[in-house]
Every structure is written in C-alpha cells, then in structure tokens.
C-alpha cells in the first residue's frame, strides 16, 4: 500500500505561481509513473502532467510552457510547477502513482489539493 500527501495548493491571483508537492510512502513497489491530474467543478479529471520513470514527461496542451513536473527520487516526491495561472485552472489537483509488482499494474490517488485562481 502507497500513501500518497499532496500539498501546495491554495489562493493566488491570475498570472501567479505555485508549486504542489506529492509525498509517496509506504510499500516501495516499482514506480512505473507519477502524474497531476485535475478536477475542476462540474468536469471530468483531466491530465495535467506525467512523468515517466526514466524521466520522460508529458503535459495537457493547454499548460505546456507554463507548468512544470519533476521528481525527487531520493524524497520519494513529485513535484507540480505551475506559473502564469488561469481563473479556469482552478480545480482540485490530484496525484497519481502507477506501480508494478509481479506482473501486475495499478495506480494509488492522492486526497486531492485545491487550487484557486482568484482575485
């Protein structure tokens, strides 16, 4: 079992920054990729950024440029970069885990940290 701690989030006015973090413990299976998702009111959770292990990474059209995501092995955490925010990017961000053992995949979810582009 993974635990996985967001944390970061918080008001800011368009055009800020932030920087989310995610903890990972627990039951070190092999990470196979960590990524933000997204989840605005009354939308679907959407992909914000994934980093594969290895370090190859991918991002939603619409924050490339502007968001950035990194790991820190050694802290077992994943990281979030986000500048230049929109109103329309506030949303619950989640983080998500992909691991492998013995043949078999699955993914662990964060509880979620809110983001607010406001005035």
């Known amino acids: 079992q993974l635990q996985l701690v967001e944390s970061g989030g918080g008001l800011v006015q368009p055009g800020g920054s932030l920087r989310l973090s995610c903890a990972v413990s627990?039951?070190?299976?092999?990470?196979?990729?960590m990524a933000w998702h997204r989840q605005a009111p009354g939308k679907q959770r959407e992909l914000v950024a994934r980093?594969?292990?290895?370090?190859?990474?991918k991002y939603a059209d619409s924050v490339k440029g502007r968001f950035t995501i990194s790991d820190d092995n050694a802290k077992n955490t994943v990281y979030l970069q986000m500048h230049s925010l929109k109103p329309d990017e506030t949303a619950d961000y989640y983080c998500?885990?992909?691991?492998?053992?013995?043949?078999?995949?699955?993914?662990?979810w964060g509880q979620g940290t809110q983001v607010t582009v406001s005035t």
């Open positions: 998500n885990v992909g691991v492998r053992s013995e043949g078999t995949s699955w993914s662990y």
């Open positions: 627990g039951s070190m299976f092999t990470i196979n990729n």
């Open positions: 980093i594969i292990s290895g370090g190859s990474t």
